[in-house]
T-cell receptor, first 110, second 119 residues
């Protein structure tokens, strides 16, 4: 099946630990995005990448890092510097704002 | 900075009836795209409909249509003949138009409207 694959679906982290969320696409899109969703709020952009080996900070990049070594992959690392990491994370790929989203990863800090 | 506002946190509709979800936005750009995305209980976001700002004609996709008022910066979604499967959170979103710019394709989302469909 074509689309965006995120893993894991659920992830628990102890305070002080870094965790990495995986995002893989087989849609052949150049641009990929990471969004964070909190209850009662819309999606907020963390990082985005428009081409391999290049990425830009979004609106809430502090405490997060990304890499884009392959067109198909755009992993997100939630570092210990992120003070409130418990959230739902969505990865997307697409063009001109028409985005295909993954099923999301729910991160909970214990 | 662009902002997108959805003033209706929750809406409800009877099955087979029509409902309209509201969205306003603020931008200084003249060319842009507007979207409605749907997030069902499965949490996977799905594109419902798209509108290019330079087009005067309102976009339509089957039972979904928009009322785009560029001067008023208003972009509402009308769902006709509502079905139980339409129950979801709906997000209005905006992005600038034009390839090559760093903002191109970045979506700014509203806060969302939860739509409940009653049988």
């Amino acid at each position: 099946d074509g689309g965006i694959t995120q893993s894991p679906k659920y992830l628990f982290r102890k305070e002080g630990q870094n965790v990495t969320l995986s995002c893989e696409q087989n849609l052949n899109h150049d641009a990929m995005y990471w969004y964070r969703q909190d209850p009662g709020q819309g999606l907020r952009l963390i990082y985005y990448s428009q081409i391999v080996n290049d990425f830009q900070k979004g609106d809430i990049a502090e405490g997060y890092s990304v890499s884009r070594e392959k067109k198909e992959s755009f992993p997100l690392t939630v570092t210990s510097a992120q003070k409130n990491p418990t959230a739902f994370y969505l990865c997307a790929a697409g063009v001109s704002g028409e985005l295909f989203f993954g099923e999301g990863s729910r991160l909970t800090v214990l | 900075a662009q902002t997108v506002t959805q003033s209706q946190p929750e809406m409800s509709v009877q099955e087979a009836e029509t409902v309209t979800l509201s969205c306003t936005y603020d931008t200084s750009e003249s060319d842009y795209y507007l979207f409605w995305y749907k997030q069902p209980p499965s949490r996977q976001m799905i594109l419902v409909i798209r509108q290019e700002a330079y087009k005067q004609q309102n976009a339509t996709e089957n039972r979904f249509s928009v009322n785009f008022q560029k001067a008023a910066k208003s972009f509402s979604l009308k769902i006709s003949d509502s079905q139980l499967g339409d129950a979801a959170m709906y997000f209005c979103a905006y992005t600038e138009y034009g390839g090559g710019g760093t903002s191109y394709g970045k979506l700014t989302f509203g806060q969302g409207t939860i739509l409940t469909v009653h049988p």
